[in-house]
């Protein structure tokens, strides 16, 4: 994973909770901008750590969290998202 991209997600994110902090309707639009920008660049970024399976990156921002799923499959780092369960069922069908 590209650390420099790392970075500036952080910087990133630090600057829209600069923005929230101010209040008002336009700084709080800039940080909501700001906060999506770092979360897609973070998700692009994890997103070129993994082996592309389409041979194209997605281009959409839903589809980067999709991806990186079905990437993680096999993967034991996987880490689970909220409302997704990542254990396999036992009991019989």
């Avoid at 590209?2 to 709080?28: D, M, P």
């Avoid at 990156?57 to 409302?83: H, P, T, W």
């Amino acid at each position: 994973m590209e650390i420099n991209q790392l970075v500036l997600c952080k910087q990133l994110y630090g600057e829209a909770e600069r923005y929230l902090a101010k209040g008002g309707a336009v700084s709080q639009g800039l940080a909501v901008s700001i906060a999506q920008d770092a979360a897609e660049l973070c998700l692009r970024a994890i997103v070129k750590s993994v082996p592309v399976q389409t041979g194209k990156l997605q281009d959409e921002f839903a589809k980067l969290m999709d991806y990186i799923d079905s990437a993680a499959v096999n993967d034991s780092r996987k880490r689970c998202r909220a409302g997704r369960s990542c254990w396999k069922s036992t009991k019989p069908a």
